[in-house]
């Protein structure tokens, strides 16, 4: 017995005074000196966590150097063969250094993580939610992390130039006051979303020929109640939907559900407008698109005139 | 006949007589209330425009402003306020214990998951002419109800106040942990949507939701008209209630069915709006007295004014920016329990 314990108390002693050496060792590490070197040219290995960003680099042609995604990543298509590694509430940090990236782009909120990278000598970048022109800074920026810095003004000169397209094709006719909805219970007029007056879609609307009706909210969504919304009587209702269009059936449904306010102008003059696609709601290399849908809808007459002929839409 | 209550600290005069006074009295606070918090508003409108029939429905927007966006909104405020408060009491009689809430049991909880289920992955669910939250809260809350019942009773023995709260709280638990679940796996905007539904809205644009909600909220009424006597025996015990002839199990059932029925339609009409259901009950003893016959009157009318007068400050208060009712009933009715509380004792 005593021997067995005599012997049982050595091995503990030699288990200690090993992992003693190794938390010592462990102590005097510095992380960066094993972290990937991001070269000059740009990061090679790019992880991120935030969909639209992901959007932008594969619209600058960064796309092969992308080694994961977040979780809500679906677009472009070549995304869903990414492997995933969580997103803004459940990164997954074991993964991300896994993937050994160079560069791993997170929401501005996450600073934890970012101190996380920071101290593993991998470079974040914070992505900011704000407005267009925080969009095409973010494009200017990722662009020249990931050595792209030519493709990177190409596609905010594009941008930039599709918006200013659709700015001077309803430059003079009247502008709508427009509620922008972006949220509502299916079936009612209930937990109804609009677009305060600030952020990429308040600008949006602006570009594309609207006056926001919840301008003077300076706030990304408001929920206005029906009385609110009764009284601010919009001209042009305009909802943004995520997904594919429904069946007709269901359209109609859900556009009678604005019945209700029957002195509304826009419900009056039939000018509801139900949008579906995820592109009207992802502030990045689309939003030109955006602007152009958006456009359409406000100012049809606008788009009656033969467009140049070609290949396109 | 049978003396109303051992509890009751007033000395017996015509019963008759106070429950007259009583709904006399509370019925013309609701009243008052309810016909004066449509005229106030975040905007000024005309009355002699909103009831003047010679413009059309479509022109008139007083008319439209006091029909479709305050009316609505009053009478769900009054309904779910009734509903909750009297649930509220018969709760707390059933589990002889005053903090118990409308909510206590679970259902709200498993309404929450319902409406949380359709919010995050029932994008295109349509159920006939009403819309899929509140079928689907409704059904939650149902279910809810039905795994407490099935847990706390035995065929023909009493219920045991310990199991119906170990049960209700034990599945409260179980369910939230569900809605965090699902909340987890649902994106942030649908999140948002769900935890905006967790706070109450009284908003539901048209009449329809309110009179699909009013079979429930009836029959529940029904069951509780029947109850008074015997839950003011039942709330010294049940030992003594048996003793007086009162059918103990049929009374439990009986209150449990009608609380959980009338607590369902009311979540499912305007999300779970806190703290009517115990803040009114106390409010409503501290007046009346103890006695279920009054009580349950009194709480009912006094939970629909209460109800509509905090919406009124939810919509009115920031205009045009709203804040949730929920917000609001909490913001009220947190301190003034607390001061309940401190003053009693």
Not at chain 1, 29 to 55: H, K, M, Y
Not at chain 1, 189 to 206: I, P, W
Not at chain 1, 229 to 245: F, H, S, W, Y
Not at chain 2, 282 to 287: A, G, K, P, S, T
């Amino acid at each position: 017995m005593a021997a067995r314990q005599k012997k049982l108390i050595a091995a503990v002693c030699a288990v200690v005074v090993l992992s003693g050496a190794d938390l010592i060792r462990l102590a005097r590490a510095n992380p960066t000196a094993f972290a990937p070197q991001v070269q000059d040219n740009g990061a090679r290995r790019i992880i991120s966590l935030v969909p639209n960003v992901t959007e932008i680099l594969f619209a600058i042609g960064a796309g092969p150097q992308v080694v994961g995604v977040s979780s809500y990543d679906d677009f472009p298509p070549e995304t869903k063969a990414l492997p995933r590694v969580g997103a803004l509430l459940d990164p997954d940090t074991e993964r991300i250094f896994a993937l050994r990236p160079d560069l791993v782009i997170v929401y501005g909120s996450q600073t934890e993580l970012e101190g996380q990278f920071a101290r593993a000598g991998i470079r974040v970048y914070a992505y900011r939610h704000a407005g267009i022109g925080n969009v095409l800074q973010t494009m200017r920026d990722v662009a020249r992390l990931a050595g792209r810095t030519a493709d990177g003004d190409r596609a905010v000169g594009d941008l930039q130039a599709q918006l200013d397209t659709i700015r001077a094709r309803v430059r003079g006719r009247p502008r709508p006051r427009t509620m922008l909805v972006i949220g509502r219970d299916m079936g009612a007029l209930r937990g109804v979303y609009v677009s305060g007056g600030v952020g990429f879609l308040h600008e949006l609307l602006d570009i594309a020929g609207g006056d926001d009706l919840f301008a003077d909210i300076k706030r990304e969504s408001v929920q206005p109640s029906n009385e609110t919304m009764i009284v601010r009587a919009p001209d042009v209702i305009v909802e943004l939907k995520p997904g594919n269009q429904p069946a007709t059936a269901t359209l109609q449904r859900e556009r009678a559900v604005w019945n209700l306010l029957a002195s509304v102008p826009a419900v009056r003059n039939n000018r509801v407008h139900l949008l579906y696609g995820d592109y009207l709601l992802a502030a990045g290399p689309r939003l030109g698109r955006a602007a152009d849908t958006l456009a359409r809808a406000l100012h049809p007459d606008a788009f009656l005139v033969a467009e140049p002929k070609g290949p396109g839409r | 006949m049978m003396p109303a209550a051992a509890t009751t600290p007033r000395p017996q005069g015509g019963i008759q007589v106070r429950l007259t006074a009583i709904l006399l009295g509370y019925g013309a606070l609701a009243a008052a209330v309810c016909v004066l918090a449509p005229l106030v508003g975040s905007t000024h409108i005309s009355l002699a425009r909103a009831f003047d029939r010679s413009i059309p429905f479509a022109d008139n927007v007083d008319a439209q402003i006091f029909f479709v966006a305050r009316m609505p909104r009053v009478l769900s405020g009054a309904v779910v306020g009734a509903t909750l408060a009297t649930a509220g009491v018969v709760m707390q009689a059933l589990l002889r214990n005053p903090l118990a809430t409308p909510f206590t049991l679970g259902v709200s909880a498993g309404a929450a998951l319902g409406a949380i289920l359709v919010i995050t992955f029932g994008a295109t669910v349509t159920i006939g002419v009403l819309s899929p939250v509140p079928v689907a809260s409704l059904a939650g809350a149902l279910l809810a109800a039905a795994i407490v019942y099935a847990l706390a009773t035995r065929p023909g023995r009493t219920m045991s106040t310990a199991v119906l709260l170990l049960a209700g709280v034990t599945l409260n638990s179980f369910f939230s942990a569900l809605i965090l679940f699902v909340q987890y796996m649902a994106d942030f905007t649908q999140t948002y949507r769900t935890v905006r539904w967790l706070m109450g809205d009284l908003d539901v644009g048209s009449f329809e939701p309110i009179v699909a909600s009013l079979p429930l909220v009836l029959l529940a009424f029904a069951m509780f008209a029947v109850l008074p006597r015997s839950l003011n025996l039942l709330s010294v015990g049940a030992d003594t209630a048996s003793t007086r002839g009162v059918d103990v199990a049929r009374t439990q059932r009986l209150a449990f069915l009608s609380s959980s029925l009338a607590t369902s339609a009311a979540v499912s009409l305007a999300g779970p709006i806190g703290f009517v259901g115990i803040v009114v009950p106390h409010l409503v003893r501290l007046m009346v007295g103890v006695d279920h016959r009054l009580v349950l009157p009194a709480s009912a009318l006094f939970g629909a004014a209460f109800l509509v007068g905090c919406d009124l400050v939810a919509r009115t208060v920031l205009a045009p920016v709203e804040v949730p009712v929920g917000v609001v009933t909490a913001l009220l009715g947190g301190p003034f329990f607390l001061w309940l509380l401190v003053r009693k004792s």
